[in-house]
Protein backbone atom coordinates (compact mmCIF):
# COMPACT_ATOMS: atom_id res chain seq x y z
CA UNK A 1 0.00 0.00 0.00
CA UNK A 2 1.50 3.42 -0.83
CA UNK A 3 1.84 6.12 1.98
CA UNK A 4 1.83 9.46 0.94
CA UNK A 5 2.31 12.61 2.83
CA UNK A 6 0.83 15.63 0.64
CA UNK A 7 2.73 18.91 1.77
CA UNK A 8 0.28 21.29 -0.66
CA UNK A 9 -1.03 23.82 1.28
CA UNK A 10 -1.89 25.24 5.04
CA UNK A 11 -5.81 24.52 4.83
CA UNK A 12 -6.33 22.61 8.01
CA UNK A 13 -8.91 20.74 5.83
CA UNK A 14 -8.12 17.74 3.33
CA UNK A 15 -10.02 18.93 0.24
CA UNK A 16 -7.35 19.70 -2.65
CA UNK A 17 -5.52 15.82 -0.91
CA UNK A 18 -9.49 14.42 -1.21
CA UNK A 19 -9.88 15.79 -4.84
CA UNK A 20 -6.09 14.30 -6.32
CA UNK A 21 -6.48 11.11 -4.54
CA UNK A 22 -9.97 10.50 -6.39
CA UNK A 23 -8.44 11.16 -9.69
CA UNK A 24 -5.93 9.21 -8.49
CA UNK A 25 -8.26 6.06 -7.71
CA UNK A 26 -10.43 6.20 -10.77
CA UNK A 27 -7.51 5.29 -13.15
CA UNK A 28 -5.63 2.69 -10.11
CA UNK A 29 -7.85 1.81 -7.66
CA UNK A 30 -8.21 2.09 -4.11
CA UNK A 31 -4.23 1.48 -2.99
CA UNK A 32 -2.63 3.80 -0.23
CA UNK A 33 -2.83 5.78 2.92
CA UNK A 34 -2.61 9.62 3.55
CA UNK A 35 -1.52 12.14 5.77
CA UNK A 36 -0.48 16.06 5.55
CA UNK A 37 2.06 18.27 6.67
CA UNK A 38 1.54 22.09 6.82
CA UNK A 39 5.15 23.91 6.93
CA UNK A 40 8.26 22.41 7.12
CA UNK A 41 8.86 21.21 10.68
CA UNK A 42 6.17 18.93 10.21
CA UNK A 43 7.50 17.40 6.97
CA UNK A 44 10.68 16.62 8.89
CA UNK A 45 8.43 15.19 11.63
CA UNK A 46 6.22 13.06 9.35
CA UNK A 47 8.01 12.48 6.36
CA UNK A 48 10.06 9.31 7.86
CA UNK A 49 7.93 6.18 6.63
CA UNK A 50 6.11 7.35 3.54
CA UNK A 51 6.82 6.29 -0.12
CA UNK A 52 6.04 9.60 -1.36
CA UNK A 53 6.01 13.39 -0.64
CA UNK A 54 4.44 15.59 -2.61
CA UNK A 55 5.73 19.16 -1.77
CA UNK A 56 4.63 22.74 -3.11
CA UNK A 57 7.27 25.40 -3.10
CA UNK A 58 4.93 27.78 -1.65
CA UNK A 59 3.78 26.02 1.37
CA UNK A 60 4.68 28.64 3.44
CA UNK A 61 3.51 31.20 1.27
CA UNK A 62 6.37 34.01 0.98
CA UNK A 63 8.76 31.75 2.12
CA UNK A 64 9.71 29.45 -0.74
CA UNK A 65 10.71 25.60 -0.27
CA UNK A 66 14.56 26.06 -0.91
CA UNK A 67 16.29 23.35 -2.24
CA UNK A 68 18.62 23.25 0.92
CA UNK A 69 15.09 22.34 3.10
CA UNK A 70 14.73 19.14 0.12
CA UNK A 71 18.24 18.41 1.00
CA UNK A 72 17.22 18.18 4.56
CA UNK A 73 14.45 15.97 3.82
CA UNK A 74 16.54 13.56 1.99
CA UNK A 75 19.05 13.33 5.15
CA UNK A 76 16.17 12.53 7.17
CA UNK A 77 13.96 9.65 4.50
CA UNK A 78 16.18 8.73 1.57
CA UNK A 79 13.65 6.11 0.72
CA UNK A 80 11.17 8.76 0.44
CA UNK A 81 10.34 9.79 -3.13
CA UNK A 82 9.06 13.68 -3.90
CA UNK A 83 6.85 15.25 -6.38
CA UNK A 84 8.24 19.06 -5.86
CA UNK A 85 5.54 21.39 -7.60
CA UNK A 86 8.07 24.50 -8.63
CA UNK A 87 7.22 27.67 -10.19
CA UNK A 88 9.18 28.12 -13.49
CA UNK A 89 9.96 31.91 -13.14
CA UNK A 90 13.31 32.70 -12.06
CA UNK A 91 14.40 28.83 -12.20
CA UNK A 92 17.82 28.13 -13.69
CA UNK A 93 21.02 25.47 -14.46
CA UNK A 94 21.66 25.78 -11.24
CA UNK A 95 18.55 24.78 -9.57
CA UNK A 96 18.44 22.03 -12.28
CA UNK A 97 21.73 20.36 -11.64
CA UNK A 98 20.79 20.80 -7.77
CA UNK A 99 17.63 18.82 -7.56
CA UNK A 100 18.37 16.63 -10.01
CA UNK A 101 21.63 15.05 -7.98
CA UNK A 102 19.24 14.86 -5.10
CA UNK A 103 17.39 12.84 -7.39
CA UNK A 104 13.93 14.96 -7.51
CA UNK A 105 12.83 13.36 -11.03
CA UNK A 106 9.34 14.12 -10.61
CA UNK A 107 9.32 17.68 -10.87
CA UNK A 108 6.31 20.04 -11.91
CA UNK A 109 6.41 23.15 -13.47
CA UNK A 110 3.75 26.28 -12.80
CA UNK A 111 3.00 26.41 -16.07
CA UNK A 112 2.35 22.33 -16.80
CA UNK A 113 0.56 22.23 -12.93
CA UNK A 114 -2.28 19.68 -13.88
CA UNK A 115 -4.09 16.94 -11.87
CA UNK A 116 -3.64 14.33 -14.81
CA UNK A 117 0.17 14.73 -14.32
CA UNK A 118 0.22 14.47 -10.46
CA UNK A 119 -1.60 11.33 -10.49
CA UNK A 120 0.43 9.76 -13.36
CA UNK A 121 3.64 10.86 -11.29
CA UNK A 122 2.00 9.21 -8.02
CA UNK A 123 1.70 6.01 -9.97
CA UNK A 124 5.04 6.17 -11.90
CA UNK A 125 7.94 7.56 -11.23
CA UNK A 126 10.42 9.99 -13.92
CA UNK A 127 13.26 7.36 -15.45
CA UNK A 128 16.17 9.69 -15.34
CA UNK A 129 16.31 10.17 -18.62
CA UNK A 130 12.30 11.19 -18.71
CA UNK A 131 13.30 13.71 -15.65
CA UNK A 132 16.38 15.42 -18.00
CA UNK A 133 13.84 16.06 -20.69
CA UNK A 134 11.03 17.66 -18.64
CA UNK A 135 13.55 20.02 -17.25
CA UNK A 136 14.68 20.65 -20.50
CA UNK A 137 11.62 22.88 -20.48
CA UNK A 138 14.25 25.45 -18.61
CA UNK A 139 16.00 27.50 -21.20
CA UNK A 140 17.59 30.47 -19.42
CA UNK A 141 17.87 32.66 -22.96
CA UNK A 142 14.46 32.08 -22.98
CA UNK A 143 13.80 33.05 -19.89
CA UNK A 144 15.55 36.23 -20.38
CA UNK A 145 13.59 37.34 -23.36
CA UNK A 146 10.73 36.52 -21.54
CA UNK A 147 11.92 39.43 -19.24
CA UNK A 148 13.18 41.70 -21.58
CA UNK A 149 9.75 41.30 -23.40
CA UNK A 150 8.12 42.84 -19.86
CA UNK A 151 9.68 45.39 -19.91
CA UNK A 152 9.23 47.81 -22.13
CA UNK A 153 12.03 49.83 -23.44
CA UNK A 154 11.30 53.18 -24.17
CA UNK A 155 13.70 55.62 -25.94
CA UNK A 156 12.91 59.36 -24.54
CA UNK A 157 14.79 62.12 -25.12
CA UNK A 158 16.15 64.37 -22.33
CA UNK A 159 17.64 67.59 -21.90
CA UNK A 160 20.48 68.23 -19.61
CA UNK A 161 21.70 71.84 -19.16
CA UNK A 162 25.15 72.42 -17.32
CA UNK A 163 25.06 74.36 -14.03
CA UNK A 164 26.43 78.08 -16.49
CA UNK A 165 23.07 77.17 -18.54
CA UNK A 166 25.46 78.30 -21.64
CA UNK A 167 25.37 74.32 -22.88
CA UNK A 168 22.44 72.25 -23.40
CA UNK A 169 22.90 68.64 -24.26
CA UNK A 170 20.43 66.30 -25.74
CA UNK A 171 21.04 62.87 -24.69
CA UNK A 172 18.86 59.65 -25.18
CA UNK A 173 18.28 57.41 -22.37
CA UNK A 174 16.92 54.08 -22.17
CA UNK A 175 14.19 53.85 -19.32
CA UNK A 176 12.49 50.11 -17.97
CA UNK A 177 9.16 50.33 -17.01
CA UNK A 178 8.43 47.95 -14.41
CA UNK A 179 5.29 48.12 -12.19
CA UNK A 180 5.72 50.61 -10.06
CA UNK A 181 5.76 48.85 -6.79
CA UNK A 182 8.76 46.19 -7.96
CA UNK A 183 12.16 47.21 -7.85
CA UNK A 184 14.63 45.27 -9.77
CA UNK A 185 18.24 46.70 -9.35
CA UNK A 186 18.57 48.87 -5.93
CA UNK A 187 21.61 50.89 -4.94
CA UNK A 188 22.13 51.45 -1.32
CA UNK A 189 24.73 54.35 -0.70
CA UNK A 190 25.44 56.81 2.03
CA UNK A 191 28.12 58.56 4.27
CA UNK A 192 30.74 56.20 5.90
CA UNK A 193 29.36 55.08 9.56
CA UNK A 194 25.66 55.38 8.36
CA UNK A 195 25.15 51.80 8.34
CA UNK A 196 24.91 51.09 4.38
CA UNK A 197 26.22 47.63 4.56
CA UNK A 198 23.70 46.86 7.72
CA UNK A 199 20.56 47.74 5.62
CA UNK A 200 21.74 45.82 2.76
CA UNK A 201 22.18 42.84 4.63
CA UNK A 202 19.59 42.82 6.40
CA UNK A 203 17.87 43.33 3.46
CA UNK A 204 19.28 40.66 1.60
CA UNK A 205 18.89 38.11 4.41
CA UNK A 206 15.00 39.21 4.19
CA UNK A 207 14.47 38.48 0.47
CA UNK A 208 16.90 35.41 0.10
CA UNK A 209 13.90 33.55 2.18
CA UNK A 210 11.74 33.33 -0.70
CA UNK A 211 13.36 35.21 -3.81
CA UNK A 212 16.85 34.97 -5.65
CA UNK A 213 19.16 37.79 -4.66
CA UNK A 214 22.79 39.04 -5.41
CA UNK A 215 24.56 41.63 -3.76
CA UNK A 216 26.97 43.59 -5.52
CA UNK A 217 29.78 45.02 -2.67
CA UNK A 218 30.62 48.08 -4.64
CA UNK A 219 31.91 50.09 -1.38
CA UNK A 220 35.42 50.85 -0.84
CA UNK A 221 35.75 49.18 2.54
CA UNK A 222 34.51 46.18 0.71
CA UNK A 223 32.74 45.27 4.35
CA UNK A 224 30.16 43.10 2.98
CA UNK A 225 32.39 41.12 1.55
CA UNK A 226 34.80 40.83 4.60
CA UNK A 227 32.13 39.83 6.37
CA UNK A 228 31.17 37.00 4.20
CA UNK A 229 34.61 35.26 3.43
CA UNK A 230 34.27 32.58 6.26
CA UNK A 231 32.43 30.71 3.47
CA UNK A 232 34.30 28.40 1.69
CA UNK A 233 31.84 28.32 -1.71
CA UNK A 234 33.92 31.08 -3.27
CA UNK A 235 35.24 31.19 -7.27
CA UNK A 236 37.78 33.85 -7.79
CA UNK A 237 38.04 35.56 -10.90
CA UNK A 238 40.37 37.94 -12.77
CA UNK A 239 37.53 40.51 -12.53
CA UNK A 240 35.62 39.44 -9.70
CA UNK A 241 35.54 37.18 -6.57
CA UNK A 242 32.13 35.81 -6.14
CA UNK A 243 30.41 33.70 -3.03
CA UNK A 244 27.39 31.81 -2.74
CA UNK A 245 25.99 32.02 0.79
CA UNK A 246 22.71 29.90 -0.10
CA UNK A 247 20.55 28.71 -2.70
CA UNK A 248 19.25 32.18 -3.41
CA UNK A 249 21.80 34.65 -2.03
CA UNK A 250 24.91 35.11 -4.24
CA UNK A 251 27.76 37.92 -3.49
CA UNK A 252 30.19 39.62 -5.79
CA UNK A 253 33.02 42.03 -5.11
CA UNK A 254 34.32 43.48 -8.40
CA UNK A 255 37.75 44.12 -8.59
CA UNK A 256 37.29 47.87 -10.55
CA UNK A 257 33.82 49.05 -10.21
CA UNK A 258 33.85 49.52 -14.24
CA UNK A 259 32.58 45.89 -14.14
CA UNK A 260 29.29 47.13 -12.13
CA UNK A 261 27.67 47.77 -15.33
CA UNK A 262 28.53 44.31 -16.89
CA UNK A 263 27.65 42.21 -13.40
CA UNK A 264 24.05 43.92 -13.39
CA UNK A 265 23.51 42.94 -17.63
CA UNK A 266 24.51 39.43 -16.51
CA UNK A 267 22.58 38.75 -13.47
CA UNK A 268 19.67 41.18 -13.53
CA UNK A 269 17.58 38.32 -15.53
CA UNK A 270 18.91 34.76 -12.73
CA UNK A 271 17.94 37.08 -10.04
CA UNK A 272 14.93 38.67 -8.76
CA UNK A 273 16.63 41.79 -7.13
CA UNK A 274 19.67 43.31 -7.04
CA UNK A 275 21.17 44.60 -4.06
CA UNK A 276 24.03 47.50 -4.37
CA UNK A 277 26.14 48.09 -1.36
CA UNK A 278 27.89 51.38 -2.11
CA UNK A 279 28.99 54.97 -0.85
CA UNK A 280 29.80 58.57 -2.57
CA UNK A 281 32.88 56.85 -4.06
CA UNK A 282 30.18 55.08 -6.90
CA UNK A 283 30.20 57.01 -10.44
CA UNK A 284 26.80 59.09 -10.42
CA UNK A 285 26.72 57.30 -13.79
CA UNK A 286 25.88 54.15 -13.00
CA UNK A 287 23.41 55.45 -11.20
CA UNK A 288 21.46 56.03 -14.68
CA UNK A 289 21.01 51.97 -14.61
CA UNK A 290 19.54 51.89 -10.83
CA UNK A 291 15.80 51.19 -10.71
CA UNK A 292 15.81 52.61 -7.12
CA UNK A 293 18.73 54.46 -5.27
CA UNK A 294 18.35 53.93 -1.00
CA UNK A 295 20.06 57.24 0.24
CA UNK A 296 21.01 55.54 4.12
CA UNK A 297 21.69 58.57 6.35
CA UNK A 298 21.26 59.00 10.41
CA UNK A 299 20.10 62.40 12.26
CA UNK A 300 23.97 63.81 12.30
CA UNK A 301 22.85 67.17 9.92
CA UNK A 302 26.77 67.65 9.52
CA UNK A 303 26.68 64.78 7.06
CA UNK A 304 24.18 66.19 4.84
CA UNK A 305 25.91 68.67 2.83
CA UNK A 306 28.72 65.76 1.36
CA UNK A 307 25.55 63.99 0.50
CA UNK A 308 24.09 66.55 -1.38
CA UNK A 309 27.00 67.36 -3.20
CA UNK A 310 27.22 63.91 -4.91
CA UNK A 311 23.52 63.78 -5.38
CA UNK A 312 23.74 66.81 -7.45
CA UNK A 313 27.00 65.40 -9.17
CA UNK A 314 24.35 62.93 -10.15
CA UNK A 315 21.59 65.17 -11.75
CA UNK A 316 23.75 66.55 -13.98
CA UNK A 317 24.73 63.74 -15.00
CA UNK A 318 21.26 62.32 -15.83
CA UNK A 319 20.04 60.67 -12.84
CA UNK A 320 16.34 60.77 -12.16
CA UNK A 321 16.31 61.60 -8.63
CA UNK A 322 12.70 61.15 -7.67
CA UNK A 323 14.71 57.50 -7.28
CA UNK A 324 16.03 58.34 -4.23
CA UNK A 325 14.33 57.64 -1.35
CA UNK A 326 15.67 58.38 2.19
CA UNK A 327 16.07 55.87 5.14
CA UNK A 328 16.97 57.03 8.16
CA UNK A 329 19.28 54.63 10.09
CA UNK A 330 19.81 54.90 13.96
CA UNK A 331 16.92 56.68 14.17
CA UNK A 332 15.70 58.28 17.85
CA UNK A 333 13.05 60.67 19.16
CA UNK A 334 14.62 64.46 19.33
CA UNK A 335 14.09 67.54 18.76
CA UNK A 336 15.31 66.46 15.24
CA UNK A 337 13.12 65.07 13.04
CA UNK A 338 12.75 62.93 9.73
CA UNK A 339 11.38 66.19 8.32
CA UNK A 340 13.65 68.34 9.18
CA UNK A 341 16.22 65.72 7.53
CA UNK A 342 14.45 65.70 4.27
CA UNK A 343 13.77 69.58 4.29
CA UNK A 344 17.69 70.33 4.05
CA UNK A 345 17.20 68.02 1.84
CA UNK A 346 14.78 69.58 -1.32
CA UNK A 347 15.63 73.09 0.78
CA UNK A 348 18.58 74.92 1.35
CA UNK A 349 21.46 74.28 4.10
CA UNK A 350 21.31 77.52 6.25
CA UNK A 351 24.54 79.92 5.53
CA UNK A 352 25.92 76.99 3.22
CA UNK A 353 24.00 77.02 0.12
CA UNK A 354 22.03 79.40 -2.10
CA UNK A 355 18.80 79.51 -2.69
CA UNK A 356 18.82 76.78 -5.56
CA UNK A 357 19.96 74.34 -3.14
CA UNK A 358 17.41 72.12 -2.93
CA UNK A 359 17.49 68.40 -4.65
CA UNK A 360 13.75 66.88 -5.41
CA UNK A 361 14.08 63.35 -4.19
CA UNK A 362 11.50 61.25 -2.98
CA UNK A 363 9.04 62.61 -0.49
CA UNK A 364 9.13 58.67 0.98
CA UNK A 365 11.36 58.54 3.95
CA UNK A 366 11.40 55.09 6.14
CA UNK A 367 13.22 55.06 9.71
CA UNK A 368 14.56 52.32 11.09
CA UNK A 369 14.94 53.08 15.03
CA UNK A 370 18.26 52.51 17.28
CA UNK A 371 17.95 49.49 19.27
CA UNK A 372 20.56 49.05 21.41
CA UNK A 373 20.35 44.99 21.72
CA UNK A 374 20.88 45.25 17.66
CA UNK A 375 23.84 47.89 17.97
CA UNK A 376 25.54 45.46 20.45
CA UNK A 377 25.15 42.57 18.14
CA UNK A 378 26.39 44.73 15.30
CA UNK A 379 30.03 45.70 17.06
CA UNK A 380 29.95 42.03 18.14
CA UNK A 381 30.06 41.08 14.01
CA UNK A 382 32.81 43.65 13.22
CA UNK A 383 35.17 42.69 15.99
CA UNK A 384 34.59 38.80 15.23
CA UNK A 385 34.67 38.43 11.28
CA UNK A 386 32.64 35.38 11.45
CA UNK A 387 29.70 36.52 13.81
CA UNK A 388 26.88 37.21 12.23
CA UNK A 389 24.56 40.01 13.32
CA UNK A 390 21.57 38.90 15.15
CA UNK A 391 18.18 41.27 13.98
CA UNK A 392 15.46 42.19 16.46
CA UNK A 393 11.61 42.83 16.21
CA UNK A 394 12.12 46.58 16.58
CA UNK A 395 15.13 46.40 13.30
CA UNK A 396 12.81 43.89 11.38
CA UNK A 397 9.78 45.79 11.45
CA UNK A 398 11.97 48.79 9.80
CA UNK A 399 13.30 46.54 7.24
CA UNK A 400 10.42 44.81 6.82
CA UNK A 401 8.77 47.92 5.55
CA UNK A 402 11.64 49.01 3.19
CA UNK A 403 11.73 45.46 1.91
CA UNK A 404 7.94 45.84 0.83
CA UNK A 405 8.69 49.01 -0.30
CA UNK A 406 11.66 48.04 -2.55
CA UNK A 407 9.92 44.69 -3.87
CA UNK A 408 7.11 43.47 -1.96
CA UNK A 409 7.56 40.24 -0.25
CA UNK A 410 4.01 40.02 0.93
CA UNK A 411 1.92 37.12 0.21
CA UNK A 412 0.19 39.16 -2.96
CA UNK A 413 0.80 35.79 -4.93
CA UNK A 414 -1.53 34.89 -3.13
CA UNK A 415 -4.47 35.12 -5.20
CA UNK A 416 -2.10 33.38 -8.16
CA UNK A 417 -0.39 30.98 -6.17
CA UNK A 418 0.45 27.30 -7.86
CA UNK A 419 -2.08 25.73 -5.68
CA UNK A 420 -4.79 28.17 -7.43
CA UNK A 421 -3.48 27.24 -10.94
CA UNK A 422 -4.26 23.50 -10.23
CA UNK A 423 -7.58 23.93 -8.77
CA UNK A 424 -8.67 27.19 -10.45
Known amino acids: MLKILFALNQDLNYNLEKRILHEYEKENGYDFKFDKAINVNEIKEKVKGFDLLILN ?3 ENENLITVKVIEEIRNISETTRIIFIAN ?5 EIFIEKIYSLEVYDLIFSDDI ?3 LITRLIKKSRSKIEALEYYKRIDISEAENKEKKRRTVIE ?9 K ?3 KIEKEYVYIIPDDYKKVVAALGERKSGVTTVVSLLAANYSKS ?4 VIDAAENGLFSIKSWGNENIVIDEEYKELRLNDNLLVIKPNDNNQILNLIETHKYKNDIVLIDADLTLEQNILKWIDMIIHVSTLDIMDINKCKIYLRQAMLEGVNLSKVYLVINKHIKCKITSRDLIGLYKGQIPYIEGENGGLQINDTIIEIPFDKEFYKNSLLSQVYVDESIVSTDIINKGIDELSNLIYPIKSKRKGISLINRLIG
Request: aromatic fraction near 4%; charged fraction near 50%.
Open 57 to 59: EEL
Open 88 to 92: SENKD
Open 114 to 116: RFE
Open 156 to 164: KDKVNKSPT
Open 166 to 168: IIT
Open 211 to 214: KKVL
